[in-house]
Every structure is written in C-alpha cells, then in structure tokens.
T-cell receptor
Framework: NAGVTQTPKFRVLKTGQSMTLLCAQDMNHEYMYWYRQDPGMGLRLIHYSVGEGTTAKGEVPDGYNVSRLKKQNFLLGLESAAPSQTSVYFC??????????????FGPGTRLTVL | RKEVEQDPGPFNVPEGATVAFNCTYSNSASQSFFWYRQDCRKEPKLLMSVYSSGNEDGRFTAQLNRASQYISLLIRDSKLSDSATYLCVVNWEGSNYKLTFGKGTLLTVNP
C-alpha cells in the first residue's frame, strides 16, 4: 500500500496563476482533508470531505476550491495564486470519524511557493 | 486564548535524558487527544493517543488531566532518533472532522 500520496512535491507559481494539487489514498478511507502548515503556526484545515461527492469548508477555505469525484482522490485548486498561499500543503485521510481509535494518515506534503 | 498551546521550546537534551512536553487546551468539550511527531520536512505521524487513565508505549508516557485541561508527554532515555517536532493535537466532542494542532515543540537530542 502506498498510503496517502500527493502530487506534485514542489511547485513555484507566479501570482495569479492557477494549479491543482492531487491527493490519492489507497486505504479505502471515507474522510479526506487538506491542511496548510506555515512557520510558527499549527496545521490549519482548509477543506475536508466525508465521502465521495461531498466537500466542506475548514478553518481557512478562502482562495481554495476542492473536489472529491472519486473516493480515493481529493483535489485542491488554487484559482488565482497569491503570495499568502506560499505554504506546505498536507493531505490526510481517515477511515471514518476522528477519535481515539481512528487515526488520520498524512501524505508527504507539497511545498508551494507563490512569487 | 489559543485553542491548543504547547511549550515553545526548543528543547536540547543529551542522549539518555528524560524530557517532558506540556500542552493545554481551551475547549472543555475536547474529547480525544493525541501526540503526533513530525520530522524535519516530513509529514506528521501519530505517535500515540492519550487516554484518560494515562498510557505508556515503551519509553513514551502520555498523561491527561481533564480538570486542568492539560496533556503531557514524557520521553525517557532519549535517543538521537527522537529528535523531531512534537505536536499536541485535540479533537472535540461533536466534531468528527476537525483536529486542532498545537504549533509544536522542537526536540533535539544531542550525542
């Protein structure tokens, strides 16, 4: 099992460009999440999905869109990148509802720089 | 008040030392508690869940004090490989999707 994979690993964008980050999991997990991690801050939830075809906003959704057309994939889109979106983006998944016995697994991250 | 606060660190300890990390959380409805470990430029990985009665996994011991809204992680006999950032993570009752992460405490174990 590959677990959670993310594509690409690194990307540099110019302000105003668009891109899509792809997250894939092969664990048959229902829930998937997108976080961003910035220096001096904890991970912050951007969007999440509790199943195929469903998405919802997290703490910091502005400037991002997501889609979950297939259970195993969760896409994060930046329509018009801004320097404030320079960050490390982590995708995660869990079998179901979070709790003491339901672990969240993370992908290796995508390092995005917006110039 | 921030939702999850951790010791700011960094902690620099010699091999073999015992080190303790503390974490406080502000939401009394918090239900599940975790310590994650994050190596430099890597993803977070679950180190251990924290149970009400406290729990131990080898050299690692986690404690929870609900009355004081306080979580701790104790590492005994530190190894070089324990060098990482330790994240305190909380999930509150009724929130089936949201984990709240602390900023993390950096630990460096020196030879």
């Amino acid at each position: 099992n590959a677990g959670v994979t993310q594509t690409p690993k690194f990307r540099v964008l110019k302000t105003g460009q668009s891109m899509t980050l792809l997250c894939a999991q092969d664990m048959n997990h229902e829930y998937m999440y997108w976080y961003r991690q910035d220096p001096g801050m904890g991970l912050r939830l951007i969007h999440y999905s509790v199943g195929e075809g469903t998405t919802a906003k997290g703490e910091v959704p502005d400037g991002y869109n997501v889609s979950r057309l297939k259970k195993q994939n969760f896409l994060l889109g930046l329509e018009s990148a801004a320097p404030s979106q320079t960050s490390v983006y982590f995708c995660a998944s869990s079998y179901g509802r979070l709790g003491a016995y339901n672990e969240q697994f993370f992908g290796p991250g995508t390092r995005l720089t917006v110039l | 008040r921030k939702e999850v606060e951790q010791d700011p660190g960094p902690f620099n300890v010699p091999e073999g030392a015992t080190v303790a990390f503390n974490c406080t959380y502000s939401n009394s409805a918090s239900q599940s508690f975790f310590w994650y470990r994050q190596d430099c430029r890597k993803e977070p990985k679950l180190l251990m869940s924290v149970y009400s009665s406290g729990n131990e996994d080898g050299r690692f011991t986690a404690q929870l004090n609900r009355a004081s809204q306080y979580i701790s992680l104790l590492i005994r006999d530190s190894k070089l490989s324990d060098s990482a950032t330790y994240l305190c993570v909380v999930n509150w009752e009724g929130s089936n999707y949201k984990l709240t992460f602390g900023k993390g405490t950096l630990l460096t174990v020196n030879p």
